[in-house]
């Protein structure tokens, strides 16, 4: 019987036969590709969400020279957001198994001894200590913002975006070091060389992950050659490296299959994973997704009913009243337009029939060019009960305050007696039970 080591700290502890370059290498560019399309849909759904234009939608604030990108997001095309949030929360899901095998396939490095050989090996490692626990961090918060978005009263936003800076910065830096040899190692692997532990040749090639080798042996060369990340005593194999890298793919399918559907309309069936997934919750024409109820938000019947709703409309000539009838008899238009929500899910076009945002602006002063508007809900309590929209957002004329979906009425979940629909936005500037709306720079 073989002496196994007991401390994690020996190369030798660890048996796995599938860890090594190739294996990490293929998981690594997986990865390069995977977050760099995260990141740059996460800031443009910051982009979409944070006009930087009022306080109320600037969910990071202080974000000063991180927000040098923002943009006005525009209105075309109607499905923008349902794309590239879609991409963002499946493309996330979906690459968990893959960057949970890529950091069990490098853990051994985790328990590497000395832990700190020099200002340099301690400099790396805490760029991996922001590497690993930026890449967690990232997952976890967008998982459960996704699943319980109740966790998260307002912060999940900041926290989500920051971390996503750290995280990035880790990454650049580390693809930078390590793309290089990953390349050579997967060239290899097709090739079909084989991967010997220690030999040097075949590992780490990046000089600045150079290692000595451990006590064992065989993990580094006597020069200190690379460690190659390749058991230097393995246990016999059980499946094989292009197995294993099968196993973790089709992990990958399976959650894109359980969770594409909530955002593409031809895997609605299959969105079993996705808390807005599957079929649509309800028959008729209010029947499709819905985000918080009425009861959720705390909206009272008695404060939608007929004599009791005013929409307050505010602008440089003064106040305006409407009663929902009142609203009913200006000029009515129809849009098709999804909701997209910041969670991922979104629902196919539906047809709202309202009335145009920029007329309601110029019922109080707005005629010509249309101004920002801030919009607030009857909702009392929660980060979504107002919302700004742009100029842009609101010139455009798609851009509802909707009193029917589909033909009918709005229902109570849906914003009753009045919604925002606005085309390409974030659901979550869609405010729905709205009581009032002021016009111009906020
Ligand atoms: N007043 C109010 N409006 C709101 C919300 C809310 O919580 N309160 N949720 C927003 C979010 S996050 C989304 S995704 C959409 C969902 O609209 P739906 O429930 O009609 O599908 O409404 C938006 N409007
Ligand atoms: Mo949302």
């Given at each position: ?10 190369p ?7 860890r090594g370059p190739a294996f990490t ?83 051994p ?72 040899a990953?390349?050579?190692n ?9 991967e010997v532990a220690g030999d040097g040749a075949y590992g780490d090639e990046?000089?600045?992950h150079?290692e000595?080798g451990?006590?064992?042996?065989g993990a580094g060369g006597?020069?200190?050659t690379a460690r190659t990340l390749v058991a230097p ?210």
């Amino acid at each position: 019987m073989r002496d196994i080591p007991r401390s994690p700290t020996s190369p030798a502890f660890w048996r796995s036969p599938l860890r090594g370059p190739a294996f990490t290498s293929v998981l690594g560019l997986v990865l390069l590709v995977g977050v760099t399309v995260l990141f740059v849909t996460g800031l443009l759904s910051y982009a979409a969400y944070n006009p930087d234009l009022a306080a109320v939608n600037d969910k990071t604030p202080d974000k000063g020279l991180l927000g040098f990108y923002l943009f006005d997001w525009p209105t075309d095309p109607h499905w923008l957001y349902r794309l590239t949030q879609g991409v963002h929360v499946t493309l996330g899901v979906t690459l968990i198994p893959v960057l949970l095998a890529k950091l069990w396939s490098v853990v051994p490095r985790l328990f590497e001894l000395p832990p700190v050989r020099s200002v340099t090996h301690a400099l790396e490692r805490l760029s991996l200590l922001l590497l690993v626990g930026g890449g967690l961090f990232e997952f976890t918060t967008g998982v459960l913002n996704v699943q319980l978005d109740y966790l998260f009263p307002g912060s999940f936003y900041p926290l989500h975006f920051y971390g996503a800076w750290v995280f990035i910065a880790a990454f650049v830096s580390h693809a930078a070091l390590k793309v290089p040899a990953a390349m050579r190692n997967v060239r290899r692997m097709r090739r079909g060389e084989p991967e010997v532990a220690g030999d040097g040749a075949y590992g780490d090639e990046t000089g600045a992950h150079e290692e000595a080798g451990g006590p064992h042996g065989g993990a580094g060369g006597p020069d200190g050659t690379a460690r190659t990340l390749v058991a230097p005593c393995p246990d016999p194999p059980s499946v094989s490296r292009r197995g294993a890298l099968a196993f973790v793919g089709g992990g990958s399918l399976l959650l894109f299959a359980t969770t594409a559907g909530h955002s593409f309309d031809a895997l609605r069936g299959t969105a079993l994973l996705a808390p807005h997934g599957g079929v649509e919750p309800g028959p008729g024409p209010n029947g499709f997704q819905i985000n918080k109820t009425a009861s959720y938000a705390g909206i009272r019947a008695a404060e939608t009913g007929e004599d009791a709703w005013r929409l307050v409309v505010t602008g440089p000539t003064g106040t305006v009243r409407l009663s929902r009838a009142e609203l009913g008899r200006l000029p009515a238009h129809t849009a098709r337009l999804p909701i997209a929500c910041v969670e991922g899910w979104s629902t196919s076009d539906q047809e709202w029939r309202g009335v145009r945002l920029r007329d309601l602006a110029a019922l109080v002063g707005h005629e010509g060019r249309a101004p920002d508007v801030f919009v607030e809900s009857l909702q009392r309590h929660g980060a979504f009960r107002h919302a700004a929209l742009r100029s842009n957002q609101v010139a455009d004329p798609r851009s509802l305050l909707a009193l029917h979906v589909n033909g009918a009425p709005l229902s109570a979940d849906h914003g009753y007696p009045a919604r925002v629909i606005v085309p390409a936005a974030p659901g979550v500037l869609n405010t729905k039970w709205v009581a009032r709306m002021t016009f111009g720079r906020l």
